[in-house]
């Protein structure tokens, strides 16, 4: 291998310790999921799973997640009581990786005191995935974007199967 004398953005500001990586990367796992792993969860049908739509009605009502809950951040404090026993476990979801709406919603929750993740890549990797929402039309899928997972996965299968 070849090496030069340019100047590394990556190497310039060091590593962690692999202990510190660890358990840095340890800790995300415990506060995020995946689309795909979502996915594998609700068609299995795993119980006291509740996935939680945090975006407007107008945004709902243009597509969803199947079995999500539509319950917006600001409404989380006063109805998630009522909606959401204490043992479920919880997953928010909001646009995409450019909103924070899903943080701001699993930080409600867990003001609340329940366990819960937020779902990264939101609504958006959730139809790139080729997963189905439900719309005005009915429950549809698109086709799967390439750049986020296998074209051939098989159905119910975590795509990227990572």
């Not at 909606?83 to 609340?112: D, H, M």
Request: hydrophobic residues 45%; contains cysteine.
């Amino acid at each position: 291998m070849t090496t030069t004398n340019v100047a590394s953005r990556v190497l310039a500001t060091g590593f962690a310790s692999p202990e510190e990586a660890a358990t840095y990367f340890a800790r995300r796992l415990t506060v995020e999921a995946d689309v795909s792993d979502v996915r594998a969860d609700l068609a299995a049908g795993v119980g006291n799973l509740v996935v939680v739509d945090s975006r407007a009605l107008v945004a709902w009502e243009q597509g969803h997640l199947p079995g999500a809950l539509h319950l917006p951040t600001a409404e989380i404090a006063a109805r998630a009581g009522e909606l959401i026993p204490r043992a479920s476990a919880v997953v928010t979801y909001c646009w995409g990786p450019g909103c924070n709406g899903a943080t701001r919603a699993a930080l409600a929750f867990a003001t609340l005191g329940y366990r819960v993740k937020e779902m990264i890549g939101g609504y958006e990797y959730w139809v790139r995935e080729g997963f189905p929402v439900v719309t005005p039309l009915g429950e549809l899928t698109t086709p799967v974007d390439p750049l986020t997972a296998p074209l051939n996965a098989p159905l119910n299968a975590p795509t990227c199967a990572c």
